[in-house]
């Protein structure tokens, strides 16, 4: 019987093999990265041209038409390229539609709370600004500053904390229970001011009263010396989307004024859920 040779094995440690894993990933993550590359761009080719096939794209793209050919299959698989009548020209399809929605409905939203806003900030006279959620944030979309605004910090596009914040509050009261504890726990309950609410038990109780009332409140809790209040928007299927808040200086824009000027901001955002299609 002739004896095995014992070939060493190569363990993950083995310096070679870790060279030649590294290696590959780099490759695999470069090629995935051209492939992205070269099919966003093959996107902007069916933009453009309005038709393509699989020649003119491969040539545009530099890539033979075996690589152009399975880009469009992988484009077409999802419903972002199909082919058109004449067989072999490919053009953009409707899943475009599905992934411009979102971008849609956030310019729709800021194009249909303009005018609503302008009319809030006038006669409540402070800065106005309408707030999505995303993620474990707020996110402000539009602010218009009322004639009694004094500071001239832009909100928009900054995220903000949802337990610090009344449009954070607003809009995490509308949420499912479980949703709701789910990004509570990924945010955390930071500490911002002395007022910022850190229990848990506290917020809850807080985002169940701005539920019975239809608004939320925060007083010097994301920034000291800084008051807002917020309301609702809804979609016209009825589901909160968006919040209207009002901030202004705590000296001037105090609880009491804040109570005041709550039936006027919750019109203003049942008139904004008007525009966007909310029946009720």
């Known amino acids: 019987m002739r004896n095995r040779v014992q070939r060493p094995q190569r363990h993950a440690s083995d310096p070679g093999l870790v060279g030649r894993d590294e290696a590959a990933a780099r490759s695999e993550g470069s090629g995935g990265v051209q492939s992205v590359d070269r099919a966003v761009t093959i996107l902007e080719i069916l933009s453009r041209r309005g038709e393509a096939g699989v020649s003119e794209v491969a040539a545009e793209i530099g890539v033979h038409k075996s690589t152009a050919f399975r880009l469009l299959g992988a484009l077409e698989a999802r419903g972002l390229a199909e082919q058109a009548e004449d067989r072999g020209k490919y053009r953009l399809g409707f899943g475009i539609v599905r992934l411009a929605a979102g971008v849609a409905a956030r310019l729709d939203l800021v194009q249909q709370s303009r005018p609503v806003c302008r009319r809030l900030a006038e006669e409540i006279g402070e800065t106005v600004n309408i707030a999505v959620a995303r993620s474990h944030y707020a996110i402000n979309l539009d602010q218009v500053r009322g004639q009694a605004a004094v500071t ?19 809009l ?11 990004l509570i726990a990924a945010a955390g309950l930071e500490r911002f ?10 917020l809850r109780r807080q985002l169940d009263e701005a539920l019975r009332r239809g608004y939320a409140v925060t007083v ?15 979609s016209h299927e009825g589901e909160v989307v968006a919040a209207v808040s009002a901030s202004g200086p705590a000296y001037r824009f105090s609880e009491e004024r804040m109570r005041e000027l709550a039936p006027v901001l919750v019109a203003g955002a049942a008139d904004i859920s008007h525009r966007l299609g909310h029946a009720g």
């Open 152 to 170: 001239a910090h832009n909100w928009v596009g900054q995220p903000t904390p949802l337990h610090a914040t009344s449009s954070g509050k607003i």
């Open 172 to 182: 995490l009261a509308h949420l499912d229970e479980r949703r709701r504890e789910r």
């Open 193 to 202: 001011t002395p007022a910022t609410v850190t229990d848990a038990a506290e």
């Open 220 to 234: 010097e809790e994301y920034e000291i010396g800084l008051n807002a209040i917020a309301a609702p928007i809804r």
